[in-house]
């Protein structure tokens, strides 16, 4: 009698562990975690330049990797753009995240109008 038929279902499990392990991640996030974390739970540790820096170089990373950066990312980015005066690039950021998430249109829409009473 052949038990190659029993092996079927472990062969199954294993293939599909194997398949699940491998990463696929959707979002290039970059340093972006890590900085959203600093800035609130340690506010003015990095310098807003600096943070604004080190996005727009994982912006291009990103966009090498062919990987879209993550929800917020733009807001984000936009939001220290604002915070260094930089009204036209906050303005673009905030207009490519609701390209990017329709449904943060709304926030977005808020943060255009803020932009404009400056």
Same mark, same amino acid.
Request: charged share 25%; net charge negative.
């Given at each position: 009698? !052949?038990?190659?038929?029993? $092996? =079927?279902? =472990?062969?199954?499990? *294993? *293939? ?6 491998? !990463? !696929? ?24 330049? *600096? ?7 994982? /912006?291009? $990373? ?6 879209? *950066? ?6 984000? /980015?936009?939001? =220290? ?9 906050? #303005? ?6 609701? #390209? ?6 709304? =926030?977005?829409? #808020?943060? /255009?109008?803020?932009? !404009?009473? #400056?």
């Amino acid at each position: 009698m !052949s038990y190659s038929w029993m $092996k =079927l279902p =472990l062969i199954s499990a *294993v *293939v599909l562990f194997v398949a699940g392990c491998q !990463s !696929s991640e959707k979002y290039y996030w970059g340093h972006y975690e890590d900085l959203i974390y600093v800035s609130y739970a340690e506010p003015g540790k990095i310098p807003v330049e *600096v943070q604004a820096q080190t996005m727009e170089d994982d /912006l291009h $990373k990103a966009e090498a990797a062919g990987k879209p *950066v993550p929800p917020g990312f733009h807001a984000q /980015l936009g939001y =220290l753009y604002s915070k260094m005066g930089r009204a036209d690039a906050a #303005r673009a950021e905030f207009e490519s995240e609701k #390209r990017q998430f329709p449904e943060s249109t709304v =926030l977005m829409d #808020r943060m /255009l109008a803020n932009l !404009s009473k #400056r």
